[in-house]
């Protein structure tokens, strides 16, 4: 049968042994999970409960005194862009609105009228020239 489901419960004293035994030496983690069929999760926890914590591992992050400035340097730049942007795309929506205001009020597609007429007097220039 499967011990799928099979929620176990080890006792207070059952998890000191276990995490005496691997501050001792006597076993690691890996050994100690097979011999008492324990998940390495488990173990780790009660490492980090119940013992000294020398063998868990710990994450530290060393720095050149420079990064810590180019990091803040490089955020406050990415704030600027960001703000940057958003006036743009504040511009931008500005712009689009006052087209739609003066096509609503003269009755013309400013964007084809503009367009066409450009085109229509560049190519009658063109042929002027020619």
């Not at 998890?15 to 690691?28: D, H, L, N, P, R």
């Not at 013992?51 to 990091?71: N, Q, S």
């Not at 730049?77 to 743009?88: F, H, I, M, W």
């Not at 609105?97 to 367009?115: P, R």
Request: net charge positive.
């Amino acid at each position: 049968m499967s011990n799928f489901g099979t929620q176990r419960r080890y006792s207070l004293a059952f998890q000191q042994k276990v995490v005496s035994e691997i501050e001792a030496g006597k076993f690691g983690v890996s050994q100690a999970k097979r011999i008492y069929d324990i998940s390495p999760q488990s173990i780790y926890d009660w490492l980090r409960k119940l013992g000294k914590g020398h063998l868990i591992e710990k994450r530290v992050h060393i720095e050149m005194k420079d990064e810590k400035d180019k990091l803040k340097d490089l955020q406050h730049q990415n704030q600027k862009l960001e703000s940057a942007l958003a006036q743009a795309h504040l511009r931008l929506l500005m712009y689009e609105c006052l087209v739609e205001s003066v096509e609503a009020h003269y009755q013309i597609d400013v964007k084809k009228t503009f367009g066409s007429s450009a085109s229509s007097t560049r190519s009658s220039k063109s042929k002027s020239k020619a």
